[in-house]
């Protein structure tokens, strides 16, 4: 079965610690990764798209990485205004359609 | 401002009832599609739809139903609303089914049924 796991479900972080959220899949002929960004009451925000082992991709803070099972979202030195859920999908399966986790909700205190 | 637009944002329906949630994109997107977000679920594909005159299921389309007349336009229909369909509906773009460049979601409609 098609699967996408986000982890933790959620990440309390003070102010500049960095810290790493994990998105494992496993998903038949996977086609891409994304990450999206969600604040309350708002869609999610396009972020970034992986699409091979080994590629990586940055946004100001945040850095995603691809493996072969498994993506990290890296935060270095994040700011309150990181704090949303971020979401994990990824695009391939039986339908070829996007799988998506349930999200991890960051809260960064300052 | 480009992007996708629905509408209403905030509905309430009574058990039994019908109404048409709208979603317009203004990017000539071919590939559209309908989420539904539940709490402790994460995004669940409704209906999706590859271009104007084609359309075609996702993993929860029971009790929907999708038309797509032009490219700019992909409205959801609720036949006859249950309590179990109180959730959070986005509508979804992107320029092709490969998705490059990701979806631009719209804002969401809220709907309660009572």
């Known amino acids: 079965e098609d699967q996408v796991t986000q982890s933790p479900e959620a990440l309390r972080l003070q102010e500049g610690e960095s810290s790493s959220l994990n998105c494992s899949y496993t998903?038949?002929?996977?086609?891409?990764l994304f990450w999206y960004r969600q604040d309350p009451g708002k869609g999610p925000e396009f972020l970034f798209t992986?699409?091979?082992a080994g590629e990586e991709k940055e946004k100001e803070r945040l850095k995603a990485t691809l493996t072969k099972k498994e993506s990290f979202l890296h935060i270095t030195a994040p700011k309150p205004e990181d704090s949303a859920t971020y979401l994990c999908a990824a695009h391939g399966g039986s339908q070829g359609n996007l799988i998506f986790g349930k999200g991890t909700k960051l809260s960064v205190k300052p | 401002n480009a992007g996708v637009t629905q509408t209403p944002k905030f509905q309430v329906l009574k058990t039994g009832q019908s109404m048409t949630l709208q979603c317009a994109q203004d990017m000539n997107h071919e590939y559209m599609s309908w989420y539904r977000q539940d709490p402790g679920m994460g995004l669940r594909l409704i209906h999706y739809s590859v271009g104007a005159g084609i359309t075609d299921q996702g993993e929860v389309p029971n009790g929907y139903n999708v038309s797509r007349s032009t490219t700019e336009d992909f409205p959801l229909r609720l036949l006859s609303a249950a309590p179990s369909q109180t959730s959070v509906y986005f509508c979804?773009?992107?320029?092709?089914?490969?998705?490059?460049?990701?979806?631009?979601f719209g804002s969401g409609t809220r709907l309660t049924v009572v």
């Open positions: 992986l699409y091979s």
């Open positions: 979804a773009s992107s320029y092709s089914s490969l998705l490059l460049g990701g979806y631009t």
């Open positions: 998903v038949s002929g996977l086609r891409g």
